[in-house]
């Protein structure tokens, strides 16, 4: 069964700060896909990045950079340089593409990031 | 980008009422389309998953008579809340796969749904 982990539930940082949120995943499918989510005050959910089961490559875009590890189920975010918009919280997800064809995304927790002036 | 709208972006029912939400996806063909709920400082539950033309598929502890889930078309899945009651109120959330695209999912911007 799929499983997504975000033990940080709440944190707290000063701007200019970096900050790392932490995911960690559960799946026993060799194909699968993880998420990285954004959600404002609004609701709304903004999409951030997708990265395959096959693509270990960290990824760095502006100040959010992605580090992945199969080794230890992990897809950890990194925000360089905090600023307060980027207070909302953060979700990571992880989709598998089954045996059965069928598809299904569930989501961590979610990580609430308060980022102060 | 794709775009996946929700009709409304919120509404208030009194108990006992239906309501009905609408996810449409403007751009692209949707095979699939999927409802989640989120109660405030929670996350994402997924509800159903729905197929164009067939039943929708629900997860455990959703009652299928309560929530009601029809996928017509490729374009268009609607959630009704059958007799609402305020535990009901909720943020709900749809999003579509592209029937085209590598299993990319698009997220609608949420229904907060209040039943007084």
């Known amino acids: 069964a799929q499983k997504v982990t975000q033990a940080q539930t709440e944190i707290s940082v000063v701007e200019k700060e970096d900050v790392t949120l932490d995911c960690v995943y559960e799946?026993?499918?060799?194909?699968?896909?993880l998420f990285w989510y954004k959600q404002p005050p609004s609701g709304e959910l903004v999409f951030l990045i997708r990265r395959n089961s096959f693509d270990e490559q960290n990824e760095i875009s502006g100040r959010y950079s992605w580090n992945f590890q199969k080794s230890t189920s992990s897809f950890n975010f990194t925000i360089t340089a905090s600023q307060v918009v980027d207070s909302a919280v953060y979700f990571c997800?992880?989709?598998?593409?089954?045996?059965?064809?069928?598809?299904?995304?569930?989501f961590g927790a979610g990580t609430r990031l308060f980022v102060k002036a | 980008g794709a775009v996946v709208s929700q009709h409304p972006s919120r509404v208030i029912c009194k108990s006992g009422t239906s309501v009905k939400i609408e996810c449409r996806s403007l751009?692209?063909?949707?095979?699939?389309m999927f409802w989640y709920r989120q109660f405030p400082k929670q996350s994402l539950m997924l509800m159903a998953t729905?197929?164009?033309?067939?039943?929708?598929?629900?997860e455990q502890g959703v009652e299928k008579d309560k929530f009601l889930i029809n996928h017509a078309s490729l374009t268009l899945s609607t959630l009704t809340v059958t007799s609402a009651h305020p535990e009901d109120s909720s943020f709900y959330i749809c999003?579509?796969?592209?029937?085209?695209?590598?299993?990319?999912?698009?997220f609608g911007p949420g229904t907060r749904l209040t039943v007084t």
């Open positions: 999003s579509a796969r592209d029937r085209a695209g590598d299993y990319e999912q698009y």
């Open positions: 729905s197929n164009e033309g067939s039943k929708a598929t629900y």
């Open positions: 997800a992880l989709s598998e593409v089954g045996h059965t064809g069928g598809f299904k995304t569930i």
């Open positions: 751009d692209f063909q949707a095979t699939t």
């Open positions: 799946t026993r499918d060799t194909t699968y896909y």
